[in-house]
């Protein structure tokens, strides 16, 4: 999902999924401005305007995992805003 919101456009659609684990790597993907619908069993990101910098620490579930802070730094780096990224352990 990080990387599709890297992209100049996307437009993902994840079926059969349960969303309720990602409900903060979701809210991270709104913060950064792309538009997300979640349905019952599946997930739609559209992007199609450029990100906006975000300040996220990732940590241990519940919060942002660490193991994909490495993608949103990625991601980050498509934003027309500066972000800061930290671990806290």
Known sequence: MLLACASNKANLLIKDIDSSYLTEVINTIKELGVYVE???NSIHIKKDYPL????KVASYY???PTDLQQI???TCCKAITPSITSDKL
Do not use: E
Request: proline fraction near 8%; glycine fraction near 8%; charge should be positive.
């Open 52 to 55: 906006v910098g975000i300040n």
């Open 62 to 64: 519940p919060m942002f």
């Open 72 to 74: 949103l730094c990625v």
């Open 38 to 40: 979640i349905n019952k």
